[in-house]
């Protein structure tokens, strides 16, 4: 810990956080939790959880668009949540419209239902999207209109580096020296052979990641170790890392350095098209080695025993280790 704060000095900087973590986010090392997935999903604050308590023993809340008392408390609620989205984005009301879905994949449907596509016209989408926006094709096809992909450029402006805000600028330096410190130790693992234990996918030259580390494990014959397997031990460990392919099978294409041939292929090699109705059929018949691959992302409270946490499992589960496959579940989906 001591070579971590002499190769990262300006971490001691961003006390502030733990402060944080300890007041706002007790629950995680009360609950023995290592949370590395915040690209999957953010973490609630107590002051979060207290305001939304106070706010419902304050008041009585019904289903808004009515002209009762609950109801007209609840539509006030809403208009004052669309108001500050678009104060936030500096957004004039009467040009952009504030719409509430339940997630990311409800706007995108929403997207695909509403938009005006015509026979002949073109939807293009970069080949590493995520599934619920490759599904804008099926609207688009349905309308006669053709898609397109191009090829997934990274972009300069990943990760954190854009924000120059002071608050978010600590949080950045913070996620910046764990991820620095993360791909170090991970680069470090070696098998009592000599053969790498981690094989990390990068972003391009000279681009950023963020807070987010995607790779696999290897085993000590350089096979990579199957990304359920990862999950278990993990899971059985106390550690949140999502695994997969993450919803997006075009940056694992990209990963793995597919063709367009070799991923058309796969549905028509090894017979008829009926006998591949799994995804490990399609894995199998494409030669990959796994369904997608691990990935810890730092987020707001992440501290530096949550990476030595995860890098001491890593060590200690697969070092020298042949992972046993038996009894993983089927992969349903990507």
């Not at 470090?188 to 030259?205: A, I, Q």
């Not at 014959?221 to 990304?227: K, T």
Request: contains cysteine; glycine residues 10%.
């Amino acid at each position: 810990m001591s070579d971590f704060h002499a190769a990262y000095p300006d971490y001691a900087a961003t006390a502030r956080l733990d402060e944080l973590r300890a007041a706002e986010y007790s629950y995680l090392d009360a609950g023995g939790h290592t949370y590395l997935d915040y690209t999957g999903a953010g973490l609630a604050a107590d002051a979060q959880l207290r305001a939304h308590a106070e706010r419902l023993r304050a008041g009585c809340f019904g289903n808004p668009h009515s002209d009762n008392p609950t109801s007209s408390a609840s539509t006030r609620l809403i208009e004052q949540a669309r108001n500050a989205v678009h104060g936030y984005f500096n957004a004039a009301a009467d040009e952009y419209a504030v719409i509430f879905t339940q997630n990311a994949t409800g706007a995108c449907r929403l997207v695909g239902e509403s938009y005006q596509f015509r026979p002949l016209s073109r939807v293009v989408l970069t080949a590493d999207n995520h599934n619920s926006v490759n599904g804008i094709r099926e609207f688009a096809r349905t309308r006669g209109a053709a898609t397109r992909y191009v090829p997934a450029i990274p972009d300069v402006t990943t990760g954190l580096a854009w924000i120059s805000d002071i608050g978010i600028d600590l949080i950045r330096r913070r996620v910046d020296c764990l991820t620095s410190w993360l791909l170090d130790g991970l680069a470090g693992l070696k098998h009592g052979n000599g053969t790498p234990m981690v094989r990390v996918y990068r972003p391009g030259p000279g681009q950023s990641r963020g807070g987010t580390v995607t790779f696999n494990f290897l085993d000590p014959h350089g096979a990579v170790v199957d990304e359920r397997v990862v999950a278990r031990d993990a899971s059985a460990a106390g550690i949140s890392v999502r695994t997969g392919c993450f919803c997006n099978p075009g940056a694992g294409e990209r990963a793995f350095g597919l063709s367009q041939q070799d991923v058309g292929g796969a549905w028509w090699r090894g017979g008829p098209r009926r006998d591949r109705r799994t995804v490990d059929d399609y894995l199998e018949r494409a030669g990959l080695p796994s369904g997608g691959a691990v990935r810890v992302s730092l987020g707001l409270v992440s501290n530096l025993a949550d990476v030595e946490r995860f890098l001491d499992f890593a060590e200690q589960t697969y070092r020298d280790a042949e992972p046993v496959r038996v009894g993983l579940p089927p992969r349903l989906r990507c």
